[in-house]
């Protein structure tokens, strides 16, 4: 009995030496901001120890380490952390310098440190899910899930939240005294909304009391007596506030309100309005959407109601626009894709408020579903096209176009073998191809006679539209269309390539047309039959090619080592037959006037997919391909490596002669060349067409008031070489040159790439290279007064000039250059700009500039178009943060209030 009492008071002791022994931390109840822990203690503990069967009341294990020392006081029940301390309790993370578990109350006490040089060194960081929170001292209560933070740091959103004093309570909500909003990058930035009190929901919203916004630390006119700020991290829906300004043309407006929908999390809706003071109105609609693994998209409809000019005088236009993108993911056979941009001719020129759109005059639209069958070499297409010209009013849409297409198969392949005997290479494919065109462009007539029935609106533009649905449906076109190549390739006389082929091709039309004269009238009168038509055509042909090189060595020791010429040319020779022959029924003779004259006329005139070819035809094709390379050692390079450097990317050469022909067997020669200069920094493409045969004058020239020129003449069956000539009459010609410039193209390659192309085709690699300021050195002070001589800039130019003549009739030449650019003169300044000159007026093409600052928690936006039709400016300044976005100075004056 004395011995257990005995040992009883000597545990006693011991554990209460152990406990008393340490410093007493700060009394846990008087807590105070901003005051640090520095550890005493000399006792010796497992530093980094977890202990997890410390439970007490808690329902969840406590898992708790520390790098320095640990200590228990008994009766308190509490286990004192220092340095590095952390703990964890189910969902819950706490971190910091020092940290006290008190087991009693279930609650837990972190606070930061002092070094041995008197800084603050483990400010408590408290994680609880996606929560994180920055303080300076923090008591947690597991019980309650309530807390106690000072001189928290939490990021919400886009921004951060700044408080002395922060309760939170057990649904995680903060209760911020004296609080800071700042919807920055950094929290220490001057920009920020300052209240008396806010009240955090977290993923939902932020709450404040009467607040004042502060730039650069200095405080605004701007109070709000309460505020709200959504804070959501999905998205959520909400009512779209307008923006008011005046516009001289439609007046004064409110634009762009309306209601946000988060449907759910793969569709949303945006529905928009706007209202102006002159009558007019606008609505759109905008939808994006996603199937997980399956497609995404976004379809846009607006549509405006545009009343302009005064009360007495009003003029209202009814205009719309739609845009539909869908895109599937590459999965299974079947793909599904869209691509439309349609609406009416006068939604750009007077709703659109963007340069490039009102500049664009050409509009396409493309929707498809293909399907692949596995197994089988067939595959299935279907789509909608649409082309437009709003300057033009044109339209024209093809719906439904189907194709079937069969891969080349060959049916004298024996199976497991080879392939490589010449019958074993005979191959043959098949297409079908139906289309419906429907335009309301004009439809050219028949030439050379008069047509007695032609529908006098078929020289006119009509409107495409339901009211002229019957007048585009008799201008529409239909057909379908077969074609089997069969070739085969094989090797001759072991250096040539020998490739016969033989094509059969079959129209297949809903009607054909039939032609009679009518003496009465001295005209042609067309009548369509509406009965199933078919016609066929077939052609045979063979083409030999080879390669042939011929390589210059120089001298041991010289820089260039070699010049090698590549030769590539293509003998071929086709023939098809007379189609237009009476045996074969596709074309008719018809007399077209009183005095007997008649003309051969296709039955399928100007269908779809045209007539069988009229005329016999056995034409002698050759086409030359150069090349010109060279091997050289780089200049300064130390390694002595050669390498294959392209003096000439291609120079080429092609024409024709019809056997068969009676006149002008010769054809065009068509000539280019594409190579790159000044070490490939300048791309340079040249073509020219020149006319073998000469002109001869029927009348003399004459020239008007205006100046115009009058040429009559005719083309006469005679090679200009055999009238001194030359070659021939250049009829066209194109010049294309192109550079794009940047600092970093300018350094020389001290490294061995060799085959790397430093001009046009670095191009997107060099822009994204310079697109990142973050890259590029700060100096102390103001980055934004600094100014890098070594400035990241690129600039791309092109001049191209265009040349035609036919004849004794003047040249035409049309020249310019545009050219388009940016400037990162420090940064966070960023200057873009693209413009043009032309040449022959003498005057510039559509210019822009566009001007960015880079103000940390702003950005200002300068956007100029100082000249031509479309000139405008807008200046914006606004905060980055999308939960102010509202928060904006903007000014605009676009080519509408002219």
Not at 44 to 64: F, H, N, R, V
Not at 521 to 550: C, E, P, Q, W
Not at 693 to 716: A, D, F, H
Not at 822 to 848: M, V
Request: proline content about 4%.
């Amino acid at each position: 009995m004395y011995k257990f009492n005995y040992a009883f008071i000597g545990l006693f002791l011991l554990i209460a030496h152990v406990s008393y022994s340490q410093e007493k931390p700060p009394d846990s109840v008087n807590l105070k901001p901003i005051e640090a822990v520095t550890d005493t203690t000399t006792v010796e503990s497992d530093s980094l120890a977890t202990q997890p069967e410390q439970t007490g009341d808690l329902s969840t294990l406590i898992k708790y380490v520390s790098s320095d020392s640990q200590s228990l006081d008994v009766v308190t029940q509490t286990i004192h952390l220092y340095r590095n301390a952390k703990i964890t309790y189910g969902d819950i993370e706490l971190s910091g310098d020092y940290i006290a578990i008190d087991f009693i109350n279930e609650s837990v006490l972190a606070k930061p440190g002092v070094d041995s040089t008197g800084k603050i060194i483990g400010h408590p960081v408290f994680k609880q899910g996606a929560a994180e929170y920055t303080t300076d001292s923090i008591r947690y209560n597991f019980k309650t899930k309530k807390a106690i933070i000072y001189n928290v740091i939490t990021e919400q959103g886009e921004g951060f939240l700044l408080g002395d004093k922060v309760k939170k309570n057990q649904y995680d909500d903060l209760f911020i005294a004296d609080g800071r909003f700042c919807p920055c990058e950094t929290p220490v930035a001057g920009t920020y909304i300052k209240s008396k009190k806010i009240k955090v929901v977290p993923k939902k919203k932020i709450l404040v009391g009467p607040a004042q916004l502060f730039i650069g630390d200095v405080p605004t006119p701007l109070f709000i007596p309460f505020g709200m700020f959504p804070s959501p991290k999905e998205k959520a829906s909400g009512v779209r506030i307008p923006t008011y300004g005046e516009e001289q043309r439609r007046g004064f407006f409110l634009r762009n309100g309306g209601y946000y929908w988060a449907i759910n999390d793969y569709i949303d809706l945006d529905v928009l309005g706007s209202i102006y003071s002159k009558g007019g109105v606008g609505t759109s609609i905008t939808s994006t959407y996603k199937k997980r693994y399956r497609y995404n998209g976004n379809f846009n409809f607006s549509y405006e109601k545009i009343v302009s000019g005064d009360e007495e005088d009003s003029v209202a236009l009814n205009t719309f626009w739609i845009r539909w993108s869908h895109t599937p993911q590459s999965r299974g056979t079947g793909r599904f894709s869209a691509s439309v941009n349609a609406g009416t001719s006068s939604y750009n020129e007077n709703v659109v408020q963007s340069v490039e759109r009102n500049t664009t005059a050409q509009f396409s639209s493309n929707v498809t579903y293909s399907k692949t069958f596995n197994r089988t070499p067939i595959n299935i297409a279907m789509s909608a096209r649409h082309n437009q010209n709003v300057a033009t009013g044109v339209v024209n849409m093809t719906f439904p176009d189907f194709s079937l297409n069969m891969s080349r198969i060959n049916p004298f392949k024996k199976k497991g073998s080879n392939g490589s005997k010449w019958y074993e290479k005979i191959n043959f494919s098949y297409r079908f191809n139906s289309t419906v065109q429907i335009s309301n462009n004009r439809v050219s007539s028949a030439t050379g006679f008069d047509v007695l029935n032609e529908n006098p609106l078929n020289d006119s533009i009509i409107g495409f539209n339901f009211d002229n649905a019957d007048l585009l449906l008799d201008r529409a076109k239909i057909g379908g269309k077969h074609i089997i190549p069969v070739s085969t390739t094989f090797k001759l006389f072991k250096y040539f390539t020998l490739s016969p082929s033989f094509n059969y091709e079959e129209l297949w039309y809903p009607n054909k047309l039939d032609y009679f004269f009518d003496e009465n009238a001295n005209a042609v009168r067309i009548d369509t039959i509406r009965k199933f038509s078919r016609a066929y055509s077939y052609s045979g042909g063979v083409s030999l090619n080879t390669n042939v090189y011929g390589t210059y060595q120089f001298k041991e020791g010289k820089r260039v080592q070699a010049i090698r010429h590549t030769i590539r040319p293509s003998l071929s020779f086709s023939y098809s037959p007379d189609f237009s022959k009476e045996e074969f029924g596709f074309y008719k003779n018809v007399q077209t006037d009183t005095s007997g004259t008649e003309r051969l006329i296709s039955r399928f005139d100007r269908f779809v997919f045209g007539s069988p070819q009229a005329g016999e035809s056995g034409a002698i094709s050759l086409s030359i391909s150069n090349n010109l390379e060279m091997k050289t050692i780089p200049k300064n390079d130390t390694t002595g490596k050669p390498v294959k450097v392209s003096l000439i990317d291609n120079f080429g050469l092609s024409t024709s002669y019809n056997l068969v022909a009676d006149s002008f067997n010769l054809s065009n020669i068509n000539l280019t060349l594409r190579t790159k200069l000044f070490n490939k920094k300048v791309n340079l493409a040249t073509s020219a067409t020149v006319d073998p045969y000469i002109y001869q004058l029927l009348e003399p020239i004459t020239v008007n008031e205006n100046g115009t020129k009058t040429v009559v003449q005719r083309r006469v069956n005679d090679f200009a070489w055999n009238n001194g000539g030359g070659l021939g009459q250049i009829t066209s010609a194109r010049l294309s040159l192109g550079t794009s410039l940047n600092p970093k193209s300018n350094k020389k390659n001290t490294g061995n790439n060799n085959d790397r192309d430093t001009g046009l085709n670095d191009e997107l690699e060099r822009q994204q290279e310079s697109a990142r300021p973050e890259d590029l050195g700060y100096i102390n002070g103001d980055p934004g007064l600094y100014v890098d001589f070594d400035v990241p800039w690129d600039l791309r130019v092109t001049y191209t000039l265009n040349y035609s003549k036919r004849g004794f009739q003047d040249a035409v030449i049309a020249q310019g250059i545009r050219f388009n650019g940016n400037i990162k003169l420090t940064p966070k300044w960023d200057i873009g700009f693209s413009s043009g000159y032309d040449i022959e007026k003498k005057e510039f093409t559509q210019t822009r500039m566009d001007v960015t600052r880079d103000l940390n928690c702003w950005m200002m936006v300068f956007n100029w178009t100082p000249f031509g039709r479309f000139t405008s400016y807008a200046f914006t300044v606004r905060i980055k943060s999308a939960l102010l976005k509202d928060l904006k100075y903007y000014k605009r004056k676009s080519f509408f209030d002219q």
